[in-house]
């Protein structure tokens, strides 16, 4: 099976600069998605690592490194909207996606 | 609008009951997925079809099964439902397979009592 491991919770403040990390262990991989999933709503794609590195989408960035089995999701200049869950999850080598546990963010003014 | 609907938006079902959640997408999509979500556990996979008339089976598949007749619809049958089976039921879509990302509907909210 897989394992995937992110934080449960996180606090920041609103204008701030928010890191969640992801540790996986999977058999093969075949890249990494973040997704943004708001209370009650269905989750929604964020970003979409399959090589190493850093990849940027505006407030949001999303780094990997295979090697070491671990990404991370930086969410900058926080607003209150970004209150979330943002969930980790990986592609094995048989192309199944499995879904970290989430975690849930929350933006003080 | 384009996207994948789903229904009911939720149910209160009692014990031994058969129910059918329905996944209808418009986007001409060829993968279908079924997910259901527990807190603490985050998504889980139940069962998914690549394309028109093939299904598989995910993580969590006993007391679920699926069938996909066409591209559009994408069903999924509590046979005899268990209080276990008490969740949130998200259907997704992708448009050639699992090697694409992956998009969600709303959910139906599933009492089993």
């Known amino acids: 099976g897989q394992n995937i491991d992110q934080p449960t919770e996180m606090t920041a403040t609103e204008g701030a600069i928010v890191q969640i990390n992801c540790t996986y262990q999977?058999?093969?991989?075949?890249?990494l998605f973040w997704y943004q999933q708001h209370a009650g709503e269905a989750p929604t794609f964020l970003s979409y690592n399959v090589l190493d590195g850093l990849e940027e989408k505006g407030r949001f960035s999303s780094f990997l490194s295979r090697s070491k089995g671990y990404s991370y999701l930086l969410l900058k200049e926080l607003q209150m909207k970004d209150s979330a869950s943002y969930l980790c999850?990986?592609?094995?080598?048989?192309?199944?996606?499995?879904f970290g546990a989430g975690t849930t963010v929350t933006v003080r003014a | 609008i384009a996207g994948i609907t789903q229904a009911p938006t939720s149910q209160i079902l009692a014990a031994g009951r058969r129910m059918t959640l329905r996944c209808t997408q418009d986007?001409?999509?060829?993968?279908m997925y079924w997910y259901r979500q527990d807190l603490g556990l985050g998504l889980r996979l139940i069962h998914y079809?690549?394309?028109?008339?093939?299904?598989g089976k995910g993580e969590v598949p006993d007391g679920y099964s699926v069938s996909r007749a066409n591209t559009d619809d994408f069903p999924l049958t509590l046979a005899s439902a268990v209080p276990s089976q008490t969740s949130v039921y998200f259907c997704a879509s992708s448009p050639s397979g699992a090697a694409d990302t992956q998009y969600f509907g709303p959910g139906t909210r599933l009492t089993v009592l």
């Open positions: 999977t058999s093969g991989f075949n890249g």
């Open positions: 079809s690549n394309t028109a008339g093939t299904t």
């Open positions: 986007m001409r999509h060829n993968a």
């Open positions: 999850a990986v592609r094995d080598g048989d192309y199944k996606l499995s």
